[in-house]
């Protein structure tokens, strides 16, 4: 079975700074995928970035980074020069097709 | 580009009623799946269908039911309803799933609430 954990309910980062969301899981696959979601206010799931266990290279995508660490079985979701509009709901998750999520991180950027 | 679509985006239910969430892709993906999300938490699988007249349970399919006669189309039946079925459905399909960098794309969800 795999399991996604996110320790952090709740983060603050002051506007134009960069801020780290922690995700840690379980998983017996060799091969899995790795994925991080926004959800705003608003409610919508907004894919934002997306890292392969066999990846050697660490996933970006704009101001988006994944620091993965495979021993440690982490992949936690850097993004730097928060802004206003950053403020959300974070998931990652983990599979191939069927994901399975973690329970979240609520993030605040502050001006 | 709709994407998914799901309809309707809010709805109150009666204890014991039924009713039907709709949900349609335009992308051609074979996969499609439903997640529920409660209040403060993450996304929960209720069943997914890997192509036209195939479907499997999740984790928590107690009190749905799922049909796929189409690529485009996988509805979601709620038999019963229950207040714990008040929650935020979501619809999400992919192109895989067997390649693992094939993301799932969300519909905007259905608020449900069951009283």
């Known amino acids: 079975a795999q399991k996604i954990t996110q320790t952090q309910p709740g983060m603050f980062v002051q506007e134009k700074e960069a801020v780290t969301l922690d995700c840690t899981y379980d998983?017996?696959?060799?091969?899995?995928?790795l994925f991080w979601y926004k959800q705003p206010s608003s409610g919508e799931m907004i894919f934002l970035i997306y890292?392969?266990?066999?990846?050697?290279q660490n996933a970006t995508e704009g101001r988006y980074s994944l620091n993965f660490q495979k021993a440690r079985k982490s992949a936690n979701l850097v993004i730097s020069a928060s802004q206003l509009g950053d403020s959300a709901m974070y998931f990652c998750?983990?599979?191939?097709?069927?994901?399975?999520f973690g329970q979240g991180t609520e993030l605040s950027v502050k001006p | 580009n709709a994407g998914v679509t799901q309809t309707p985006k809010f709805r109150i239910l009666k204890i014991g009623q039924s009713m039907t969430l709709q949900c349609t892709q335009d992308?051609?993906?074979?996969?499609m799946y439903w997640y529920r999300q409660d209040p403060g938490m993450g996304l929960k699988l209720i069943y997914y269908?890997?192509?036209?007249?195939?479907?499997d349970k999740g984790e928590v399919p107690n009190g749905y039911n799922v049909s796929r006669s189409t690529t485009e189309d996988f509805p979601l039946r709620l038999e019963l309803a229950a207040p714990s079925q008040t929650s935020v459905y979501f619809c999400?399909?992919?192109?895989?799933?067997?390649?693992?960098?094939?993301?799932?794309?969300f519909g905007n969800g259905t608020r449900l609430t069951v009283t």
């Open positions: 999400a399909s992919s192109y895989s799933a067997t390649e693992y960098n094939s993301p799932l794309h």
């Open positions: 998983t017996s696959d060799p091969s899995y995928g």
């Open positions: 890292q392969g266990s066999y990846d050697q």
């Open positions: 998750a983990i599979g191939g097709g069927k994901l399975i």
């Open positions: 992308m051609n993906h074979n996969y």
């Open positions: 269908s890997v192509g036209a007249g195939i479907t």
